[in-house]
C-alpha cells in the first residue's frame, strides 16, 4: 500500500471539495474522505465476493452445462470489463456519491436519472435479501442444525442486523473492515483451492472441454452453456461500488476508475480459481448433470477436509455472506442519500438525514436494512415471495448498468468530451458501444425462457418483476414529477445542453 493511502493530504482534500464546486456541488460533503485505495477496491470486492457467487451457484450451473461452464467467467469478465472501462471514465468525470444515479443525471438529465436510480436501488435491496437469504444453508451445515425456514430466515435477519452495525460505524469502520474481508475470503478461496488441486483433485483440465453429457446432444449443448453461464453473469459486478463511495476516497478521479479496474482482475482471478479448483475436485460429473448430487459443493468439502476443516471453511464462507451483505448495503445507502439529497425519493427529508459523529446517513442505513429484512420475513408466509421479488435483483444491477451506458454513448455521439484524470480518449466510443452490446447480450440470456414445461409466468419471471419495478417507478414519476424537486445539475455533459441555459454554466465552466 502507498503511502498516499495511509496518511491525509489535505491540499488533496481541498482540491476534491474544489472538484465538487467545480460540478455545480455548492454544499460542502458531510462525508469524510476516510477511504483508502485498497479500502475502495475491497469494498467492490466483497460486494462482487467471488466466493457467495460460486458456492451459491455452482451446482446448477455445474449441472446445466458441465465443467466447460468455467469459461463463462472469461466471457462476463471481459464484457464487464469493457462496462468498469466506461464506469471509470464517468466516475473520475463526476465523482460524486451515490453512483449510476448521479452519472445518469449528468450524462441525460433529471429523469433518466431518476429511473437508473429507482431501478437500481430496488435490484441492491433485493440482493442484499437474496445474499443474506442464501447465508442460511451455510449456517446450519456450521452449527450442525437441520436446514428449515426458520434457522434460515434467522441467520439471515441476524447476518443483515450486523452489517448494519457495521455500517453505522463510519467510513474508517467500513474501510477496515472490508480489507479484513477482502484478506479472509481471498486468503479462504486460495488456500481452499490449493488444497483441492493438491488433495482431493480428480480431473486434469481436459475435463474443461468436455461436456459429459450436459445439454444434451452437441447441437443443443449453446443453449446449455447460455445457462450455466448465469454463474458468470452473476458474479460481475460489484466494481460499481467503488463509485458509490467517491466523496469518502481521496482523489477520487485518479483512485476508483484504478479500483474498479482492480476489483475486476482480483474478484475475476478468485471466482474463476475457485471453479477449477471445485470442478477438477467434483468425482462424479454425471450424478450432478443427472441430479443425483444436489450439492457437489458439500460434497467435495466434507471429502477433502476433516470435520474441523470443514468448518473453518464454513466460518470463512459465512465471513464472505457477511462483508457482500455490508459492502452491498453501503452501496444501497449511499443511492439512496444520494437521490434523496436531490429530493428524488418518498420520505426524502428523512433519508438525507447525515450523522456527523459518525458521518454517514443512519435512515438511508436502516432502510438498506429494513426493506431486505421485510422481504426475507416474507418468505415465512409463501417461499414463492421471495423468489419472486430477488429475481429482479441481478437483471435490475444490470439494466441500471446499461441506462448508464446507453446515456454515455449517447451524450458521447452528442458532443460529451470526458475530462477526468482517466479517460479513454479515442476508445471512448468503441469501448462504449462494446459495453452496451455485451450488456444486452447479458441481459438477453437472463430473461429467456428456459422451462417450456411450466407456466408462462414461470417463463418470463425475471421480465415479470422488471415490469412491476420500471412500471411502478413511471407511475412515481409521472405523479409525484421528482425531477422537480430539485436544482441540482442535470443533463449538462452534452455541450447544446449547457449553452441552452437549462444550468448555470459558471458552475461547470472552469472544469468542462
Not at 469502520?173 to 474481508?181: D, I, R
Amino acid at each position: 500500500m502507498s503511502s498516499s493511502s495511509k496518511s491525509v493530504d489535505h491540499s488533496q482534500l481541498d482540491e476534491d471539495a474544489q472538484h465538487l464546486a467545480r460540478l455545480g456541488y455548492t454544499y460542502e460533503t458531510e462525508f469524510k474522505r476516510e477511504m483508502s485505495f485498497w479500502g475502495n477496491v475491497s469494498l467492490g470486492f466483497t460486494y462482487l465476493s467471488p466466493v457467495v457467487g460460486v458456492y451459491t451457484l455452482f451446482a446448477s450451473s455445474l449441472g446445466l452445462g458441465g465443467p466447460p461452464m468455467i469459461w463463462s467467467f472469461l466471457i462476463v469478465g471481459v464484457g464487464q470489463f469493457f462496462v468498469a472501462l466506461v464506469f471509470g471514465e464517468i466516475v473520475s468525470n463526476y465523482p460524486v456519491a451515490g453512483g449510476i444515479y448521479p452519472w445518469a443525471r449528468r450524462l441525460w438529465g433529471a429523469k433518466w436519472g431518476w429511473m437508473t436510480g429507482w431501478v437500481y436501488l430496488i435490484a441492491l435491496l433485493t440482493t442484499i435479501a437474496g445474499v443474506a437469504y442464501g447465508a442460511g444453508t451455510f449456517l446450519d451445515a456450521l452449527i450442525g442444525i437441520d436446514p428449515s425456514t426458520t434457522s434460515t430466515i434467522v441467520c439471515a435477519i441476524v447476518l443483515i442486523l450486523a452489517a448494519t452495525g457495521i455500517n453505522l460505524g463510519g467510513t474508517k469502520l467500513l474501510n477496515k473492515v472490508a480489507m479484513l474481508g477482502l484478506l479472509a475470503e481471498l486468503g479462504g478461496a486460495l488456500v481452499v483451492g490449493l488444497w483441492l488441486l493438491v488433495v482431493a483433485r480428480k480431473h486434469d483440465l481436459s475435463v474443461l472441454f468436455n461436456s459429459f453429457g450436459a445439454g444434451g446432444d452437441g447441437s443443443n449443448y449453446f443453449y446449455a452453456f447460455a445457462a450455466a453461464a448465469l454463474i458468470g453473469i452473476y458474479q460481475y459486478y460489484g466494481f460499481e461500488a467503488c463509485g458509490d463511495v467517491a466523496e469518502e476516497v481521496p482523489n477520487p478521479g485518479v483512485r476508483i476508475p484504478k479500483a474498479m479496474r482492480m476489483t475486476i482482475y482480483i474478484g475475476g482471478f478468485a471466482a474463476t480459481f475457485v471453479c477449477l479448483s471445485l470442478i477438477l475436485a467434483v468425482p462424479d460429473y454425471a450424478a450432478v448433470i443427472s441430479g443425483q448430487n444436489t450439492d457437489p459443493v458439500g460434497t467435495v468439502l466434507t471429502d477433502a477436509f476433516s470435520p474441523i476443516g470443514y468448518r473453518v471453511v464454513l466460518a470463512v464462507v459465512l465471513i464472505s455472506f457477511l462483508s457482500c451483505v455490508m459492502s452491498l448495503q453501503a452501496a444501497a445507502s449511499r443511492l439512496s442519500y444520494s437521490m434523496a439529497r436531490d429530493k428524488m425519493l418518498p420520505a426524502s427529508r428523512l433519508l438525507a438525514k447525515f450523522q456527523e459523529s459518525r458521518h454517514v446517513p443512519p435512515y438511508s442505513l436502516l432502510l438498506a436494512c429494513v426493506v431486505p429484512v421485510l422481504v426475507i420475513l416474507g418468505s415465512a408466509v409463501s417461499p414463492d415471495a421471495l423468489v419472486v421479488i430477488v429475481s429482479f435483483a441481478a437483471f435490475g444491477i444490470y439494466l441500471g448498468f446499461q441506462l448508464v451506458v446507453f446515456a454515455a454513448l449517447r451524450a458521447r455521439l452528442n458532443g460529451w468530451k470526458p475530462s477526468g484524470a482517466f479517460k479513454l480518449g479515442k476508445w471512448g466510443v468503441p469501448v462504449n458501444i462494446a459495453a452496451l452490446t455485451w450488456g444486452l447480450i447479458g441481459i438477453t440470456n437472463m430473461v429467456w425462457p428456459r422451462t417450456p414445461d411450466s407456466p408462462w409466468y414461470v417463463n418470463y419471471l425475471v421480465l415479470l418483476s422488471a415490469v412491476v419495478v420500471v412500471g411502478s417507478g413511471f407511475i412515481y414519476l409521472f405523479a409525484r414529477k421528482p425531477y422537480t424537486h430539485s436544482d441540482s445539475p442535470a443533463a449538462d455533459a452534452i455541450p447544446s445542453a449547457r449553452t441552452a441555459g437549462e444550468y448555470e454554466p459558471s458552475k461547470i465552466e472552469n472544469y468542462l
